[in-house]
Each structure stands twice: as C-alpha cells, then as structure tokens.
C-alpha cells in the first residue's frame, strides 16, 4: 500500500499519519485506521477516486495481515460497500437504526 498525501492535507493530521508511518509502519493496524480516517474526509469531501483507492488498500492489508475474519476487517468491508454503491450518487448512506 502506498499512502501519499496531498499538499493541501492540514498540517496536524498529515504530519501525524506520516508520524504514525515512520514509526509504526504501513501495516499496522493504528496507520491503517488513520488511513481508512483519511479516506472517510476524502469522501466527505467529495473525492470518491481518492477515498475509494486508500479504503480499499486498507481492507485488502487488512485481510492480509489480520485474516479475513477480524473485526477489523470485516468492520472495512462492511463500512466501504454502502459508500462505494451509493456515494457517487450523491446519496447519504445512513445506518438502518437511525431511518424512523
């Protein structure tokens, strides 16, 4: 996986990813929620080509390096189909618990 972060990035959250980078490495799984943090402000954002590389990056190292089955894992594959499906529509994709 290969995170490269924009110029435009603010400087406390870019400098601490590439903080957590250098010390901690690309696979562990503190970078990879920081990364998958990043690619949710991509599609907050707008930036669906962006937020959609780094969230699949993340689930396919973590389903590598933490197996399948792990909850952090499934909670990556779980949180990028609905914004994969449903984001470039322009849809908010809104847990069933909160649709009265």
């Not at 980078?21 to 562990?28: C, F, I, K, Q, R």
């Not at 970078?31 to 590389?53: I, M, P």
């Not at 990056?57 to 894992?73: F, N, Q, S, W, Y």
């Amino acid at each position: 996986m290969r995170v490269q972060l924009a110029p435009s990035e603010p400087d406390a959250s870019g400098a601490l990813l590439a903080a957590k980078l250098s010390t901690l490495g690309l696979n562990h799984p503190d970078t990879l929620t920081s990364v998958g943090s990043l690619a949710s402000t991509y599609r907050d954002q707008g930036r669906w080509d962006e937020a959609e590389k780094l969230s699949v990056e993340v689930m396919e190292t973590r389903k590598t390096k933490l197996g399948a089955d792990h909850p952090d894992t499934l909670t990556s594959m779980a949180n990028e189909q609905p914004q994969r499906i449903f984001g470039h529509l322009g849809c908010e994709v809104v847990p069933n618990d909160l649709v009265e």
